[in-house]
């Protein structure tokens, strides 16, 4: 992992609209936000379904991240993943032991536990991490924990281009993660007009297929 070259604003928010499938129907919206002290961070992620897909398939999906910023970046310490639909709750958390080299994940049923490599992160700091430390495209390995899952995702990170969004035309680094056989997998392009931060991510199915997006609205952030 390349040491910081930047730092994260004190605070801040962005809002996206999410769109399902080719034809982009509006699913809902997410916002993801963040708080940066000294030398801890805290990030969050809020989705929720909108539109008519709320009469038929009303969800909520939270995520939390909390750890250290380091001169390397960031440190997770703790993960948590929430998902709340037709009045049902479940929840997967990962606890990250750097002294003793440790990962303990999963729901509070069904913990498992890893040996905790350097450089491992969760779902939400793995994107943030970037905005410290934007990478130079190549191809790179990284462990990181899903709060049900921790496998080592394999990542790719092309040339800089230039992408339409609601905030005008972007310079954006597209980071992308090879999809395994059956298996889900992201694409996120971060701005390098707005602090390296995601702007659009695209997921794909278990069959590689375009499942959907989400794509910026708006972006808020302030050092006081």
Request: hydrophobic share 35%; glycine share 8%.
């Amino acid at each position: 992992m390349a040491a910081a070259a930047h730092s994260l604003p004190r605070r801040g928010r962005i809002s996206f609209t999410l769109f399902y499938g080719i034809d982009r129907y509006y699913v809902g919206t997410a916002i993801q936000s963040w708080e940066a002290g000294a030398d801890t961070y805290l990030l969050a992620s809020e989705a929720e379904t909108g539109g008519i897909v709320e009469l038929f398939w009303s969800q909520r999906l939270r995520y939390m991240s909390r750890g250290k910023i380091t001169p390397r970046g960031l440190q997770p310490e703790s993960f948590l993943a929430s998902r709340t639909r037709r009045g049902r709750n479940e929840a997967a958390q990962a606890r990250f032991d750097w002294s003793a080299g440790s990962l303990n994940y999963g729901y509070a049923h069904e913990q498992k536990s890893a040996p905790l490599p350097a450089g491992t992160q969760d779902l939400m700091s793995f994107v943030f991490q970037y905005v410290l430390a934007p990478p130079a495209p190549g191809r790179y390995r990284v462990p990181i924990t899903t709060g049900t899952r921790f496998e080592v995702y394999e990542i790719v990170v092309s040339g800089e281009e230039r992408i339409e969004t609601p905030l005008g035309t972007l310079r954006a680094l597209p980071v992308r993660q090879l999809p395994r056989p059956g298996e889900e997998s992201i694409e996120v392009w971060l701005a390098a007009d707005y602090h390296h931060l995601p702007v659009r991510i695209r997921h794909f199915d278990r069959e590689g297929n375009f499942s959907g997006e989400q794509v910026v609205s708006e972006i808020r952030v302030s050092e006081e």
